[in-house]
């Protein structure tokens, strides 16, 4: 397949490609578009035909469910049965942005998009092409993270072509995603509200909204979740991932034993002096937390350029988005955590 290829502009494509990536979408082909989050594999989530050619595209287990992404609380309500008051609220104060609610599904969501769950998990991104996009179609889309599955979610336009060229309808490359990290998933439907993935919407932002959320970090926990696709393997670049916890001095002296010239060291601006061997990437400063969450796939698929052969890894829970960045890094390592 030939893939085409669109360019944002001031956050937004021309009205030319705007119509052309609709049609697209609307006969059943996929469209990469950029989100506030992550890049989205867009496709019509109403029909069971594009959906099948997400799961085949990514290589994504078939039951884990897609996210619905609409263009306003009045769409999200076409899709689910009742919209609870605390939904409502919630729609109001973090829409559009990434926050995905979880809520009972109606019969206009076809099984093939919730693998077969009753519920469906919803939002409205912050993005203008995503917004335009959804407008145009006036159906949603789903928009799974536009990478195969098992490697780094996509940040940036080369990212989503170095995975998907030749394999969707389009590409439309918006430069680097804002917050770099997905959406966080609050499931709406358990008797507490509960966080089922952290993301790019804080525990502490939920907790001044509704103080009794529930999260707990079950990245390296090996139980089957309420979120199916949290028991997949996920974001691991080529090489093997540990990651090294301790005090600053004794992780830099633990990571310079273990480390030769083809290890891959991750690490904090404001640690990097430490390290003696190795090729080291910063993931940012740990006094501005949000550059941690937004380099954190790039610097991933970043050892994959470098060709490293083992990469080893700080544990950098700084700041308000600290849980979701450390989900993403205990699962690219797939648990190997050793203490210096
Ligand atoms: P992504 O591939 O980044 O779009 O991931 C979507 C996430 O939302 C995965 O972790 C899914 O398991 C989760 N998810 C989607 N739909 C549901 C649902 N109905 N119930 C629980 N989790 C869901
Ligand atoms: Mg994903």
């Given at each position: ?64 469910p897609?996210i ?12 689910v049965?009742?919209?609870p008051?605390i939904a409502?609220?919630l729609a ?7 926050l995905t609610l979880i809520l009972q599904k ?8 919730t693998a077969?769950l009753s519920t469906v998990a919803i939002r ?59 959406s966080t998933v609050l499931d709406l439907t358990s008797k507490i509200p509960t966080v089922l993935r952290p993301g790019?919407t804080?525990i502490?932002?939920l907790?001044?909204?509704i103080?009794n959320v529930i999260f707990k970090?079950k ?5 089957i979740t309420k979120s199916p696709g949290m ?110």
């Amino acid at each position: 397949m030939k893939t085409k290829h669109y360019t944002v502009h001031n956050q937004k494509l021309s009205k030319q490609d705007l119509a052309t990536c609709t049609k697209l979408l609307q006969s059943g082909e996929l469209v990469a578009f950029p989100t506030e989050t992550v890049y989205g594999l867009g496709a019509n989530a109403l029909d069971p035909f594009a959906i099948s050619k997400i799961f085949t595209v990514k290589n994504r287990p078939m039951d884990n469910p897609l996210i619905l992404h609409v263009n306003s609380i009045e769409m999200a309500k076409r899709y689910v049965i009742g919209f609870p008051p605390i939904a409502l609220k919630l729609a109001a104060i973090f829409w559009p942005g990434p926050l995905t609610l979880i809520l009972q599904k109606n019969e206009l969501v076809p099984d093939e998009a919730t693998a077969n769950l009753s519920t469906v998990a919803i939002r409205v991104p912050s993005h203008p092409v995503a917004i335009s996009l959804i407008t145009a179609c006036d159906f949603p889309l789903a928009a799974p993270s536009a990478n195969l599955s098992g490697k780094p979610s996509t940040t940036d336009g080369w990212h989503v072509q170095d995975d998907l060229e030749g394999l969707v309808s389009a590409i439309i490359d918006g430069g680097k995603s804002a917050f770099g990290i997905e959406s966080t998933v609050l499931d709406l439907t358990s008797k507490i509200p509960t966080v089922l993935r952290p993301g790019s919407t804080s525990i502490r932002q939920l907790e001044m909204v509704i103080p009794n959320v529930i999260f707990k970090n079950k990245s390296t926990n090996k139980e089957i979740t309420k979120s199916p696709g949290m028991k997949y393997t996920h974001y691991s670049p080529k090489a093997p991932i540990t990651i090294v916890k301790g005090t600053p001095l004794k992780v830099s002296k633990k990571i310079n034993e273990i480390a030769n010239e083809q290890t891959g060291i991750l690490c904090i601006k404001e640690h990097a002096h430490l390290y003696k061997k190795g090729q080291v990437i910063v993931l940012g400063s740990k006094n501005e937390p949000s550059q941690l969450s937004s380099n954190l796939f790039d610097s991933l698929r970043m050892f994959d350029k470098l060709k490293v052969t083992n990469i080893l890894t700080e544990y950098p829970d700084y700041g308000d988005l600290k849980e979701a960045i450390v989900n993403r890094i205990e699962k690219a390592a797939g648990g190997k955590i050793i203490k210096a």
